[in-house]
């Protein structure tokens, strides 16, 4: 089943993810499309979150603008794309993201400025490959003295998986290795002091890269709600929960719920869909300085 609509199935379909669905368009480019779902335990919940989809493109297109360096975009203006018509015109405008093929790089570059969700439960749990490194005493939520870089296999379905660094040097070589580390904990501190000047911290996020040719450019999202974890900087506190702008509502409410983490997920109810979408809302917002009523008007790329 696909989850976008049947406009634009015109294009060859070549691949589907939780959020996007990805459309050829020709050999050099392809359309990628974030459709309004949400997953929770690597299950799709029944029910979309309103303009999720776009918020993530929104602040994809504003954080390629802003870190200059290469990338897959290439347009996000539906009438770039060939051969189809204007009602699907109407439902890809603010959701698509035309882009360039690339050779995916199958590493997930993930950068870490805090101890909290996973390499927290490994940390206090004994240590394991995103921590082995790490100093003893620390506390859930604590600022690392310098970000740390642990990434992780870019697994097809199911949950991706850390690697030690000798693992990760071995999946894509030294020197892509050495590259690809220094190229995101560059790109993590860019976007940390960023959004520092906006009032949020950025505690962890993931990149992914692929290759034309002989260079390596960004690919996917980059540092949105659904790859980043965005504390609001004035919650901030160690020892204990932050609040953040990423599925961790979600999360909380459905740990409540008498569920088995199996698909299907549960129904979301109206306030819970509300909150979602209005803890992404405020994600762009605050990043971006722009009202996201605007974007959703046409104040987009």
């Not at 690597?42 to 309103?50: A, C, H, L, S, T």
């Not at 976007?191 to 950025?202: D, K, Q, S």
């Not at 994600?283 to 722009?290: D, H, K, P, Q, V």
Request: glycine content about 10%; hydrophobic content about 35%; aromatic content about 10%.
């Amino acid at each position: 089943m696909l989850y976008t609509s049947a406009f634009v199935l015109t294009l060859e379909h070549i691949g589907s993810g939780k959020v996007r669905e990805i459309y050829a368009v020709d050999d050099e480019r392809l359309l990628i499309v974030a459709s309004d779902r949400i997953s929770a335990y690597d299950v799709i919940m029944p029910r979309e979150i309103p303009d999720k989809g776009r918020v993530l493109t929104g602040l994809s297109v504003h954080w390629f603008d802003v870190c200059d360096q290469p990338h897959h975009l290439l347009s996000t203006d539906p009438a770039d794309v060939p051969g189809i018509g204007e009602d699907a015109r109407s439902y890809l405008a603010g959701r698509m993201m035309l882009v360039r093929r690339a050779e995916v790089i199958p590493m997930e570059c993930v950068v870490r400025g805090y101890l909290y969700g996973s390499s927290w439960r490994e940390y206090s749990s004994g240590g394991g490959p995103t921590t082995e490194h790490l100093p003893a005493g620390l506390d859930q939520g604590s600022k690392l003295e310098t970000p740390i870089f642990t990434p992780a296999t870019k697994a097809e379905t199911g949950h991706d998986e850390n690697l030690d660094e000798a693992g990760a040097r071995a999946l894509v070589g030294d020197d892509l290795y050495e590259y690809l580390k220094q190229r995101s904990i560059a790109l993590y501190e860019m976007g940390n002091a960023y959004a520092a000047e906006r009032g949020i911290l950025l505690a962890d996020t993931k990149f992914e890269f692929g290759r034309v040719g002989d260079e390596v450019i960004l690919i996917d999202e980059i540092l949105t709600p659904d790859s980043s974890r965005y504390w609001p900087a004035e919650e901030w506190r160690v020892g204990g929960t932050i609040p953040s702008f990423d599925k961790q509502f979600l999360r909380e409410w459905l740990d409540k719920q008498p569920w088995d983490k199996e698909p299907p997920g549960p129904d979301l109810p109206d306030d819970v869909v509300a909150g979602i979408r209005h803890r992404y809302v405020e994600a762009y917002e605050r990043l971006t300085g722009s009202s996201f009523d605007d974007y959703l008007s046409g104040g987009r790329r």
